[in-house]
């Protein structure tokens, strides 16, 4: 079945410092991919997306390239703030049997100044 | 950007009590609605999915006769905890989808209910 899977945190940097959190996703059809980002106590915020091969979203400094023959969107940002601490979630869309968001475990991420 | 709101943003209630929550769709209609519940420090798990003017459809393992879900408008949709119980304590998060034509169409989250059940 579809799915998603990211690596696992929680994942602890120095401001400045360059970050990647690794996603990887399985689907039988043709996905969209999203990166969505939640602060604490708060819903889901969607960071970036991406549509078909080789699309590269961006957003706020991180970016995602949808890469389809590796399946993975992997998330990257080259200097990492305080503010960016936060869980980060991969999800993938697909209309089969309906349509259907499919979401990693999440990756937490603590930024230290 | 579309806004999704959601109401209350946190209850506390009595074992055995129903209690209601309300997710709207603020600038946008939403013809596809989606439940959500998230435990600490764990990821999205989909409750169901909510189409105006008619049922819901419920994920596996998930009980409709306790979770009552109504999308009486296009603006509009409504989760029932009926009889709830410590065990149903957690973070109800809502989501709209903006678009009905193929996977495009993205979600957008409401900020989440966190019902607590003493």
């Known amino acids: 079945g579809d799915s998603v899977t990211q690596m696992e945190g929680p994942v602890t940097l120095s401001e400045e410092a360059f970050l990647t959190i690794n996603c990887t996703y399985t689907?039988?059809?043709?996905?969209?991919l999203f990166w969505y980002v939640q602060y604490p106590g708060e819903g889901l915020q969607l960071l970036l997306k991406?549509?078909?091969?080789?699309d590269k979203g961006s957003n706020k400094g991180f970016e995602a390239t949808y890469r389809k023959e590796t399946t993975s969107f992997h998330l990257e940002k080259g200097s990492v703030q305080v503010s960016d601490s936060a869980v980060y979630f991969c999800?993938?869309?697909?209309?089969?049997?309906?349509?259907?968001?499919?979401f990693g475990a999440g990756t937490r991420l603590f930024v230290k100044a | 950007g579309a806004v999704v709101s959601q109401h209350p943003s946190w209850v506390i209630c009595k074992s055995g009590t129903s209690v209601k929550i309300e997710c709207r769709s603020l600038d946008f209609q939403a013809t596809t609605m989606f439940w959500y519940r998230q435990f600490p420090k764990q990821s999205l798990m989909l409750m169901a999915t909510?189409?105006?003017?008619?049922?819901?459809?419920?994920e596996q393992g998930v009980e409709k006769d306790k979770f009552l879900i109504n999308h009486a408008s296009l603006t509009l949709s409504t989760l029932t905890v009926t009889s709830a119980h410590p065990e149903d304590s957690s973070f109800y998060i809502c989501?709209?989808?903006?678009?009905?034509?193929?996977?495009?169409?993205?979600?957008?989250f409401g900020p989440g209910t966190r019902l607590t059940v003493l």
């Open positions: 991406a549509t078909k091969a080789d």
């Open positions: 909510s189409n105006e003017g008619s049922k819901a459809t419920y």
């Open positions: 999800a993938l869309s697909v209309l089969t049997g309906g349509f259907k968001t499919i």
């Open positions: 689907a039988t059809g043709y996905p969209s």
């Open positions: 989501s709209a989808r903006l678009g009905t034509s193929g996977a495009l169409g993205e979600q957008f």
